[in-house]
Each structure stands twice: as C-alpha cells, then as structure tokens.
C-alpha cells in the first residue's frame, strides 16, 4: 500500500501556484491549477489556470481585435467581470506587480492598443473572468488539510503557455515522488 498523504513544504505567497489534491470533490477545483496573485492576512486570490472557455475576446469588448486567444473561468467570484495578468509592466498604467515580470490588470485600452499595433502581443497575456478567493486564514486552513499543494511556477513562460488542461496532470507528474503516482489517478476511482 503505497502512503499518499503529504505535507506542504512550501508556503503560499504571490506567485506560488496551487496544485489542487487529486481528491478534491468540488465541481469548480477538480484537477485545477491557481496562480496565486495575493496571500496576506486579510486573504488570498489567483486565477484558475486551466479551465476555459470557448469565447472571441472580441465579443466581449468591441474595442478588442478580433483575434482568437483562450479564455479562462478565474473563479467563482466576480463572474462578470474579466481581469488579465501580462508581462507588459510600466507599459500599461495602473498595473500591479505580482512578482518580477508578471502584472496585474492596468487600463484595458493600453493594452488593446498594444494588441492592435502588434497581434502577437497576445501571447504575453492571460485573461481570466472571474477569480478565486479566500478570506483571512481560509486558504491556509485548506492548505493544512490537503485540499492544495503549493508548487513554484516552473517558469514565468510556463504561465502564458498553460493553455490547456492537461496542465494539472503535468505538473502534479512534475513534482515527482507520490505526486506522479496521484497525477495518473482517474477522477472518479469507481470508473476505473
């Protein structure tokens, strides 16, 4: 019989990403993996990475070229408004550093003028509706009980590129020891 209990041996903080256990049973965190954004003591937020929907940018917001680009459901809170985290820093006002070279947020029209002058430019940017949060020790109660692994980001590349949901399974299977063995579970064991 093979122990898959764990310990975190990293701690939350911006930047980090949460790996949800294998076990997890909630519809909207099943096998996904957050970008944690903010963790303090008045609470936490980050955007899921790998759940998506299918819908032109352009649809949303007029203004936006029309171009194709993934966008994920973030969380379940503030579902109708759309956020994005880029590596564009000073070049967008209003932009808050998460850690060095990702940004949050700025003014939106920057950032379409960025786009429209150049459309490979979208490759620097994750959009996200919505967002996942926490209030104050409600994350590092999870944490404590299993309900997330925390993992650095392998790299700030890895973010932009995390456009597809196998991502979980990747970097569960990453971490190695009892993680690769737990990234070959099947979501539901009585299918198996």
Known sequence: MIDLTFINTIEPEKGKILISDPFLDEDYFRRSIIYLCE????????????NFISVNLHELDETFPEIETLISLGGPMEINSLYFIHTFGEQIQNS???????????????????????KTQINKVRFFIGYAGWKAEQLDTEISTNSWIVSDLNSKEN???????????????????????????????NKN
Do not use: C
């Open 39 to 50: 963790h303090n003591n008045e609470g936490s937020f980050g955007f899921v990475l790998n």
């Open 96 to 118: 808050v550093m998460i850690t060095e070279g990702v940004f949050l947020g700025g003014d939106f029209q920057e950032l379409t003028a960025i786009i429209k002058a150049d």
């Open 159 to 189: 973010l932009f590129k995390a456009k597809n949901r196998q991502t979980w399974k990747r970097y569960m299977y990453d971490l190695g020891g009892k993680f690769k063995i737990m990234s070959k579970f099947p979501i539901d064991p």
